[in-house]
């Protein structure tokens, strides 16, 4: 079984910069694909970042791509999500995810969730 849990959100001004971290228990955390998703008010969860077991591939959804950096420390059983210049449209939850082979861009594709940590970006 694996347990994740995520911290790091806030409240921050457009522009700003935000880290999030996500710890997972279990010794085979560096065979764990993970991934963030976020789910704003009224909207579907979406696929935000995702980082290989190894750490050598990461993916980003378009919204995100050279604005966010996923990483991972498996000595640590860590991944972290920097976020700079962030926007008003950015606010949502934010949720770790973890699976067991390859990444997936889906939910559906992740066994293991994190209780969600909130980040607000005002205008």
């Known amino acids: 079984q694996v347990q994740v849990v995520e911290s790091g959100g806030g409240l921050v001004q457009a522009g700003g910069s935000l880290r999030l971290s996500c710890a997972a228990s279990g010794r085979t955390f560096s065979d764990l694909a993970m991934a963030w998703f976020r789910q704003a008010p009224g909207k579907e969860r979406e696929f935000v970042a995702a980082?290989?077991?190894?750490?050598?591939?990461?993916y980003y959804s378009d919204s995100v791509k050279g604005r966010f950096t996923i990483s991972r420390d498996n000595a640590k059983n860590m991944i972290q999500l920097q976020m700079n210049s962030l926007k008003p449209e950015d606010t949502a939850v934010y949720y770790c995810?973890?699976?067991?082979?390859?990444?997936?861009?889906?939910?559906?594709?992740?066994?293991?969730w994190g209780q969600g940590t909130q980040v607000t970006v005002s205008s």
């Open positions: 995810a973890a699976k067991w082979g390859n990444y997936g861009r889906s939910q559906y594709d992740y066994s293991y």
């Open positions: 980082i290989s077991w190894s750490g050598s591939n990461v």
